[in-house]
């Protein structure tokens, strides 16, 4: 199920599923469901690329992280498990072997980290939740609110995350985050998504009002997957993905969703998807990238 990679993120160790013995694991996913069976999804080199994009300086345990004036990782026991095995022309092969990742990676008590891969890998990310934790919040960051039902037929692309997750036993609430521009909901969507319960804040929203409204949707004590488009994030930040939209969260509103998530809630699991390498410039994205998972695993190892 595992494919080591060339580096591992931030220069963690690698590890083997079965010997896995962390706070939080990493781990890869370079393909969800395609919507062209056989073609290499653009994000497919996102994980790879985020791995690699912090140098010594940026990762090493001993350097105080600012975000959070704790060491860098806090403390945490960090892996990374490489990829999890995937076929261009098997999407249903692809998210079986993510939700059992998932669950792997709970039964030996971390929390899980997923890099993608295109917006359709946390659909059984997610899913993969659902032996552990009964109830889970959803925070999404993303352009695009993906409550698509269907796509020339395909039922588990990324334009439909958020409609599987919705259907899901398990997930109680859905936090959407950043939503701006044309993409691919139309209205009825947006009522479907609007009807089931899921709290919707644009990108218009939180530049104009803030993020306070947005976190205080956040169930208390609720435990929460982070599941970030980077689409979400302005294209200044990070200029390397699928449909960049204009007017995203900056990098602080970033850190703020993290932060603020963590503080009132439970992390337990997150994902960042959507990133393309060959879009990015100078791998500034990559690194703003990588720079949020590490605020993400130090809220983990502060709560843990």
Same mark, same amino acid.
């Given at each position: ?26 781990v890869g996913a370079p393909h969800g469901t395609p919507y062209q069976p056989g073609t290499p999804s653009h994000a497919a080199d996102g994980a790879d690329a985020v791995r690699k994009a912090l ?80 109830? $889970?919040?959803? #925070?999404?960051?993303? @352009?695009? !609110?993906?409550?698509? +039902?269907? *796509?020339?037929? %395909? ?102 969703? $993290?932060?603020? #998530?963590?503080?009132? @809630?439970? !992390?337990?699991?997150? +994902?960042? *998807?959507?990133? %393309? ?28």
């Open positions: 199920m595992q494919q080591k990679p060339d580096n591992t993120f931030c220069g963690v160790p690698f590890c083997d599923l079965d010997e896995l013995e962390a706070d939080i694991a990493s140098s010594w300086y940026s990762t090493g345990t001993e350097q105080l992280d600012f975000d959070s004036i704790h060491p860098v990782f806090a403390g945490a026991r960090v892996v990374d498990l490489g990829d999890v095995s995937d076929d261009l022309d098997d999407g249903a092969a692809n998210r079986a072997n993510i939700a059992q990742a998932t669950r792997s990676v709970l039964q030996k008590e971390a929390v899980p980290i997923l890099l993608g891969g295109d917006d359709s890998v946390p659909i059984p990310f997610i899913q993969g939740l659902d032996r552990i934790h009964k109830e $889970i919040t959803v #925070v999404q960051v993303d @352009a695009h !609110i993906d409550w698509r +039902d269907e *796509v020339n037929g %395909v039922t588990h692309g990324f334009s439909s995350t958020m409609r599987r997750a919705s259907e899901m036993e398990h997930v109680r609430d859905i936090i959407q985050i950043g939503a701006r521009g044309p993409g691919s909901a139309r209205v009825g969507d947006c009522e479907d998504a609007v009807s089931w319960g899921a709290k919707i804040f644009t990108a218009r929203d939180i530049h104009k009002n803030g993020l306070d409204e947005a976190l205080k949707a956040v169930p208390k004590r609720s435990p929460v997957v982070l599941s970030i488009d980077v689409d979400g994030i302005d294209p200044a930040v990070v200029p390397g993905v699928i449909l960049p939209a204009f007017g995203g969260l900056s990098y602080q509103q970033m850190l703020d969703v $993290i932060h603020g #998530v963590a503080e009132r @809630a439970t !992390i337990v699991a997150a +994902d960042f *998807v959507e990133f %393309v390498p060959q879009r990015d410039i100078q791998s500034r994205g990559a690194q703003a990238i990588a720079r949020l998972v590490c605020n993400v695993i130090n809220m983990i190892a502060l709560h843990r």
